[in-house]
């Protein structure tokens, strides 16, 4: 069962989310663009309530943890992230993504990627960590390929969106054998 955890950065701090976190988050996730290639359809903050409880019932279960990704300089809430899926064959998966348009292709997202990652390979002993997003969602897929995660393939007719939409999913993955590349690739990000 993995334990709650914060993880510090320089530009973000990752806290154990919780349902009070909606008011805080809801300036960066009143944006419905962010919620078109989603699960749910988050329109209000009683919506977004829910599906923080819904990231938190895995977390209950012993087989996930949710983040709050916080700007470090200013304290401002701007997404969300999880690991979840955790396995006793040290697999997982990092999902249930979304960060405000403030902070995408940022110092911030860019180091909440290497501590997510860094606590999945270090202290949850992952031999491979799987990453998926709609097929059709550009701009996930080329940030899950700048992580230098590998593609693997579509898995057709993953889900139903909320929609109606048949969902195919995009699958990418870090074994811990790639992990020191992908991890030194994030750091050359960083420090520039």
């Given at each position: 069962?993995?334990?709650?955890?914060?993880?510090?950065?320089?530009?973000v701090v990752l806290e154990p989310l919780q349902v009070a976190h909606a008011e805080a988050l809801w300036?960066?996730?009143?944006?419905?663009?962010?919620?078109?290639?989603?699960?749910?359809?988050?329109?209000?903050?009683?919506?977004?309530?829910?599906?923080?409880?819904?990231?938190?019932?895995?977390?209950?279960?012993?087989?996930?943890?949710?983040?709050?990704?916080?700007?470090?300089?200013?304290?401002?809430?701007?997404?969300?992230?999880?690991?979840?899926?955790?396995?006793?064959?040290?697999?997982?998966?990092?999902?249930?993504?979304?960060?405000?348009?403030?902070?995408?292709?940022?110092?911030?997202?860019?180091?909440?990627?290497?501590?997510?990652?860094?606590?999945?390979?270090?202290?949850?002993?992952?031999?491979?960590?799987?990453?998926?997003?709609?097929?059709?969602?550009?701009?996930?897929?080329?940030?899950?390929?700048?992580?230098?995660?590998?593609?693997?393939?579509?898995?057709?007719?993953?889900?139903?969106?909320?929609?109606?939409?048949?969902?195919?999913?995009?699958?990418?993955?870090?074994?811990?054998?790639?992990?020191?590349?992908?991890?030194?690739?994030?750091?050359?990000?960083?420090?520039?």
């Amino acid at each position: 069962m993995p334990e709650p955890v914060t993880l510090h950065g320089r530009h973000v701090v990752l806290e154990p989310l919780q349902v009070a976190h909606a008011e805080a988050l809801w300036a960066a996730a009143d944006e419905p663009d962010l919620w078109r290639y989603m699960l749910v359809d988050v329109a209000s903050i009683e919506d977004l309530r829910a599906w923080i409880r819904a990231r938190l019932e895995p977390v209950a279960a012993g087989t996930a943890l949710a983040f709050l990704q916080r700007d470090a300089r200013t304290g401002a809430a701007f997404g969300s992230t999880s690991i979840f899926d955790l396995t006793p064959f040290r697999t997982m998966e990092v999902g249930h993504t979304w960060i405000g348009a403030s902070h995408r292709r940022t110092a911030a997202n860019t180091e909440a990627k290497l501590l997510v990652l860094g606590h999945c390979f270090g202290a949850l002993g992952a031999i491979r960590v799987q990453i998926k997003c709609d097929a059709r969602n550009e701009r996930s897929r080329r940030a899950i390929e700048r992580l230098g995660a590998q593609f693997e393939g579509i898995l057709r007719n993953q889900r139903v969106l909320p929609d109606g939409h048949k969902r195919n999913a995009a699958i990418y993955s870090i074994l811990d054998s790639e992990w020191p590349t992908v991890k030194a690739g994030l750091e050359a990000k960083l420090a520039h």
